[in-house]
């Protein structure tokens, strides 16, 4: 896929010394062209829906409405927008959201100036471009057996287990009978293969389900 003449981008990222930073870094590359900063997932979502940019570098963590919302959004409304994230976090959640969610990219703030303005036009003709890190995290996870989702209300149990609380005590805080706190402990187990509450807890924490 060829690029267009000129690789028009939005900056969505709630810090105004990373956004200038930015906009300096892509005004020093030939055919690269920022067109408008956002300080907000909603602020990001209405720019591309005024300028229809090919690209928008969007920081995750942001006020309003945060970067993995404003992407899906921007994916089912603009699909000819491509999202790249950029942003400090690396851990598993926030890497499934984005990609999930529909970017196409994810680097780290930490990635040098060259290989950003590389990003931004791979991420316009549609490619992939992930961290090394990032890749490497996927990679883990898609070789990682899956494990069943967790309904609800069992995700609720779980979170109550994490905090320290006893059967009677989770039953008192859902409105539930001690009985079906059981059951619903139960299920978990089976779920995920576990004996026992502490290991139910540990794992649903490494695998992102709490």
């Not at 059967?167 to 079906?180: C, F, G, K, R, W």
Request: hydrophobic share 50%.
């Amino acid at each position: 896929m060829s690029l267009p003449e000129t690789v028009t981008v939005v900056l969505a990222d709630d810090h105004p010394v990373v956004r200038s930073g930015l906009a300096a870094l892509l005004d020093t590359a030939d055919g690269i062209d920022v067109v408008a900063a956002a300080a907000n997932g909603v602020e990001a979502v209405d720019a591309v829906s005024r300028l229809r940019p090919a690209v928008v570098l969007m920081d995750l963590r942001m006020p309003v409405l945060d970067g993995a919302g404003a992407t899906a959004q921007i994916r089912d409304r603009f699909p000819d927008t491509k999202v790249l994230v950029l942003t400090t976090y690396d851990d598993d959640s926030d890497i499934m959201r984005a990609v999930e969610s529909g970017a196409v990219g994810y680097l780290l703030k930490d990635t040098a100036g060259d290989r950003i303005i590389e990003a931004v036009r791979a991420a316009a003709r549609g490619e992939t471009v992930l961290a090394p890190p990032v890749a490497a995290r996927l990679v883990s996870r898609m070789r990682a057996p899956e494990l069943p989702r967790l309904t609800a209300r069992e995700v609720e149990v779980l979170r109550c287990v994490a905090q320290g609380l006893s059967n009677p005590e989770v039953a008192t805080a859902l409105h539930i009978a001690e009985a079906t706190v059981k059951t619903h402990l139960l299920r978990i187990f089976n779920k995920l293969d576990v004996d026992d509450r502490t290991r139910a807890v540990v794992l649903a924490m490494e695998r992102g389900l709490l």
